[in-house]
DNA sequence: GTCCGCAGCCTAACACCAGTAGGCGAGAAC
DNA sequence: GTTCTCGCCTACTGGTGTTAGGCTGCGGAC
């Protein structure tokens, strides 16, 4: 018998395929042990716990959605970098639906500060910065921008948009064109609203 | 002993209750059958499953959200309707943590033809109407609405704005002005493109 | 008032899961 | 070749969902 290949970063990867094939709530220390033959117990030696692992697949999701949008993104501006990332974020979500679930969870504190989490909020300020929003606005921006997509993403995923006509791919056109417009026009708004110069 | 006060909507928002305190996937048939010292067993008089008694939380919870979103609206048209309506969403999350979460869940059958689900939609329409917004675009509005909305509550949620500087009240304010700018500039946007008259 | 039906809660039991304790053997170090 | 170490093992505990079937006390029929 192979002393094994069994591995912290192989159990990860194998938890977050059987999270995108039977969903995240089905990954459960006994399955990814079945599916390498192995015992139950044998895991503890790699992770150190059942969140752990389902950590750690968030961590696994927030580095490949840094990537893939990162791609999306680079060498574009303005509206085509955000259609880019907005389709990184989509085309995500259809390819790996259970690391994306592990997107919508409170993560313990190792998670969180993890760099892949902040490789996330880089992208998505290289897309505010061709919009030209800066200082503390880019925050706000970041957070608008991140709430819309993952709002609408995870609406259409738990099937809120499945009983209404238009499909939903046509409101996800309309979203991204309306956040091209509040994109656009932020930074007069703000200054409108006199919250720039106090 | 009195034969019980145990009954399928008390146990519903005993359950609901538990999610307030424990959060959703605390809740388990075991500590509500606790929560009324009584075993295990005898909650399946009431309800048919785990799953099922999760999926009327989740009506439970389009149930009263809708009614806070309708009083919020009431007699309320365009910005100061917006601001209603989402202000009932952030309240309804702060007040009701666990019943937020068994919204962000993908509900069963059932759960998503209740009337209470509907409600929700309404109530939504109510306030694109008062931007004079109809047709097949009101489906669209409101699932970028919603989607915007639900977002960004939920990774407020989660955490992800807890690492960053300004708090996340202040970029609330700015996603509903943002959302604003958006729904006052809805028929133009469409127009614009040509997509109302193909 | 007495009896019966039945609804509602009970015990018993099974399968599954997370997690702990300790054993054992294969490969590496020397 | 001997020894050490690490990775996987077995055995076990406590908790969970779920089913099957028993008991009991309340409400209605007479």
New binding site residues.
């Given amino acids: ?6 591995n912290r970063s192989v159990v990860v990867r194998r938890a977050a395929e059987l999270a995108d094939t039977h969903g995240l709530e089905s990954v ?4 990814v ?2 599916s390498f ?6 895991l ?3 992770v150190r ?3 752990a692992l389902r950590d750690q697949v968030t961590v696994l999701a927030l580095d490949e959605l840094a990537t893939r949008a990162g791609e999306a993104v680079a060498g574009r501006s303005r509206h085509d970098a955000l259609r880019g990332f907005a389709a990184a974020h989509r085309s995500y979500l259809a390819d790996h639906p259970g690391r994306w679930e592990a997107l919508q969870r409170r993560a313990g504190p190792e998670a969180v500060a993890a760099p892949a989490a902040r490789r996330v909020v880089q992208v998505t300020d290289a897309v505010l910065l061709g919009y030209g929003i800066t200082g503390p606005d880019r925050t706000h921006a970041t957070r608008v921008l991140g709430g819309a997509l993952n709002g609408f993403l995870n609406l259409e995923r738990i099937g809120s948009f499945a009983h209404s006509s238009p499909p939903a791919e046509q409101s996800w056109q309309e979203l991204v064109d309306a956040l091209h417009l509040v994109l656009t026009h932020w930074h007069q708004r703000g200054t409108s609203r006199g919250e720039e110069t106090p």
Avoid: C, I, K
């Avoid at 018998?1 to 069994?6: G, I």
């Avoid at 459960?28 to 399955?31: G, K, Q």
């Fill in positions: 018998m192979p002393r094994s290949s069994l459960t220390l006994a399955a042990a079945r033959g192995v015992q139950t117990p044998s503890y030696s790699h716990d059942l969140a």
